[in-house]
């Protein structure tokens, strides 16, 4: 009898919520880096096997909003816990469950649902440590299930799986067996951009980057795909960071980007990158709109 149904992934900023749910479909849809706030959509993925199709949700991290890209991004996260069949909710705590742990459970805990712990990280603690931070939060009666896993090891993926298809009821494949996105191509191509700005520049300045798609056209002979894109940033000595001594940085973010994206398309990419400073675009509705950061935007 095949299952079918939509699971949500929820979480503090920065613990493993979009690794687990590129691990869970084997391909890198989410962006992946150490800096919080990294998600700023909620993402729809697909996992279809001969049991099942499980439709996953990826959320921005939970956090307290400072402009309106934040509010933005706590409003997918709202819009993401209804209709859900199964919540996966991720920790990385260790010692104690956190204020923003509590926070959360606060907000799931009289959900109906079928709710599914995930103690990640587990390659980075003792085994001692993980049974410790299980019991703690077991004494909140939230959840049904509590998994340690490591996601970006791989460890404890298989397990989820058939838990979260013990949950899911019978029903039909909403999607064809090879969809793993619904997404557009120019939205993952920004967002492959934006993962690799994450990884080269410093602290301050992510949180102040978007990315920009002005032209994505394949040429005739279909060999060769010619992406135009800006990197948006709030400030000039941003823009000097990103560009980098001689160039070196935007080329590095470019080179890095345009591997990742001929992997995803299949073909060759004309990528050319650039940077303009764009004062306050989190707080500027139309920019946010235009760039996908929409309340009225049902993903």
Same mark, same amino acid.
């Given at each position: 009898?095949?299952? !079918? ?27 992946? $880096?150490?800096? &919080? ?22 959320? &921005? ?88 896993? $490591? ?38 191509? !920004? ?64 080179? !890095? ?43």
């Amino acid at each position: 009898m095949f299952k !079918s149904g939509f699971v949500t992934i929820i979480g503090r900023p920065n613990v493993g919520k979009s690794t687990l749910m590129n691990s869970m479909i084997g391909e890198k849809i989410s962006i992946m $880096s150490d800096k &919080p706030q990294t998600t700023r959509n909620k993402i729809r993925t697909v996992y279809t096997d001969d049991e099942a199709q499980i439709v996953f949700l990826d959320t &921005p991290g939970i956090h307290k909003p400072k402009n309106q890209l934040g509010e933005f991004m706590n409003t997918e996260v709202d819009s993401a816990l209804d209709g859900m069949d199964v919540l996966i909710m991720i920790t990385d705590e260790f010692n104690k469950v956190g204020p923003g742990d509590e926070f959360i459970i606060e907000k799931i805990k009289d959900l109906k649902t079928k709710k599914i712990l995930i103690i990640n990280k587990i390659d980075k603690f003792s085994q001692e440590a993980v049974i410790k931070i299980a019991q703690e939060f077991d004494k909140y009666k939230a959840f049904d299930d509590i998994l340690p896993m $490591s996601a970006i090891k791989n460890v404890g993926v298989d397990s989820l799986i058939k838990l979260i298809i013990k949950y899911l009821k019978p029903g039909p494949m909403y999607f064809p067996s090879d969809y793993i996105t619904d997404r557009p191509e120019r939205f993952v191509v !920004s967002e492959i951009i934006r993962e690799k700005t994450l990884l080269y520049l410093n602290e301050e300045v992510p949180h102040g980057i978007a990315v920009e798609i002005e032209e994505m056209k394949e040429r005739k002979n279909k060999d060769l795909v010619d992406i135009r894109a800006n990197i948006l940033c709030e400030k000039k000595s941003h823009k000097s960071i990103i560009i980098g001594k001689d160039g070196r940085k935007i080329k590095g973010i470019g080179k !890095s980007a345009r591997e990742d994206i001929e992997r995803l398309l299949g073909s060759q990419v004309n990528l050319q990158l650039f940077v303009k400073i764009s004062e306050n675009w989190r707080d500027n509705n139309y920019l946010l709109r235009s760039l996908g950061y929409d309340k009225r935007h049902d993903s």
